[in-house]
């Protein structure tokens, strides 16, 4: 196994590794320690089925199960499947599952208005158009390190509330009203998240925020607004073009991330898999008690 950097701020390529013969004694020690570290990373080219998937979920933690969450009993997990395409063919340009795929079109960060966030993705590509698609990933880690002062001063203490229906929202009112969006309550979380293995802090925040507490919310929306905005200047962006079996996996405490568009007369399916975050990741320190 050897790596290359990915971006010049953060991120890795590993070279030499099948994700298939991974175990946790195997190679994954090596692979958590660069997640830490380095908050991305790519595998270039891999071959892996819905098991392989799944086992390497498990390696990072509890795998993330919206339906069992919600039920609030057991419900069998299921790989999430991002695509455009049905056994009928394409999606019309106003099917709504299309439309909440171009929801992930904003900067956002995966699970943030669930009970517990998420510590990772875990994303691979199946099918992939001839151009456009990307995925684009913004270290909000190195932004954190480099923003000015009077506004990292705004949001250090802050508490974040977050909303599924409101990133919805920006989209489409009727996908926003969905029960699957609203079935959330509102969640808050302390906006900076120290990572507990080498103490350096990111800024944790996502489309899916609405409100700062003790703030009104025109206040609130400028400063989000600004923050993300200052979390993705181009110098911490790292927009990958999709090979068919590249495995991306990104660390969600110190990362905003996004797809970007495509010509939706081609097909393009990637499936994901998030796992939750444990206390071992620094939960206590983002966690309004």
């Known amino acids: 196994m050897h790596t290359t950097?990915?971006?010049?701020?953060?991120?890795?390529?590993?070279?030499?590794?099948?994700?298939?013969?991974?175990?946790?004694?195997?190679?994954?020690?090596?692979?958590?320690?660069?997640?830490?570290?380095?908050?991305?990373?790519?595998?270039p080219v891999q071959s892996i089925a819905d098991v392989d998937h799944?086992?390497?979920g498990e390696l990072f933690g509890p795998l993330e199960?919206?339906?069992?969450?919600?039920?609030?009993?057991?419900?069998?997990?299921?790989?999430?499947?991002?695509?455009?395409?049905?056994e009928a063919g394409l999606r019309a340009r106003d099917d709504l599952r299309l439309l909440d795929l171009q929801s992930n079109m904003l900067w956002h960060t995966d699970?943030?208005?669930?009970?517990?966030?998420?510590?990772?993705?875990?994303?691979?590509?199946?099918?992939?158009?001839?151009?456009?698609?990307?995925?684009?990933?913004?270290?909000?880690?190195?932004a954190w390190a480099d923003m000015?002062?009077?506004?990292?001063?705004?949001?250090?203490?802050?508490?974040i509330w977050h909303r599924l229906s409101h990133s919805r929202s920006k989209i489409s009112?009727?996908?926003?009203?969905?029960?699957?969006?609203?079935?959330?309550?509102?969640?808050?979380?302390?906006?900076?998240?120290?990572?507990?293995?080498?103490?350096?802090?990111?800024?944790?925040?996502?489309?899916h925020a609405f409100a700062i507490e003790g703030m009104g919310h025109a206040d609130s929306q400028a400063l989000l607004e600004e923050a993300i905005e200052?979390?993705?200047r181009p110098d911490y962006v790292y927009s990958h073009t999709w090979q068919v079996g590249d495995v991306l996996i990104w660390d969600e405490r110190a990362t905003l991330h996004r797809g970007r568009p495509w010509n939706y007369d081609h097909p393009r399916t990637l499936k994901s898999i998030c796992c939750s975050v444990a206390d071992a990741d620094g939960l206590a320190s983002v966690r309004v008690v």
């Open 230 to 232: 200052f979390c993705t």
């Open 111 to 142: 699970s943030t208005f669930l009970p517990i966030p998420a510590l990772v993705n875990i994303l691979t590509a199946l099918v992939v158009p001839p151009t456009g698609g990307e995925t684009e990933i913004a270290s909000t880690r190195s």
């Open 54 to 56: 799944v086992r390497l």
């Open 5 to 43: 950097p990915l971006h010049p701020r953060f991120g890795l390529t590993v070279h030499g590794v099948d994700l298939r013969e991974v175990t946790a004694d195997h190679l994954f020690p090596e692979i958590r320690r660069m997640f830490e570290t380095h908050s991305v990373l790519l595998f």
């Open 65 to 86: 199960n919206r339906e069992a969450m919600a039920a609030g009993r057991d419900v069998a997990f299921q790989v999430s499947d991002l695509s455009n395409q049905t």
């Open 173 to 207: 009112a009727k996908l926003a009203s969905l029960p699957r969006m609203t079935r959330w309550p509102d969640r808050p979380w302390r906006a900076v998240w120290p990572n507990p293995v080498t103490g350096e802090e990111a800024l944790f925040i996502a489309s």
């Open 148 to 159: 000015p002062e009077p506004l990292k001063a705004r949001l250090r203490d802050a508490v």
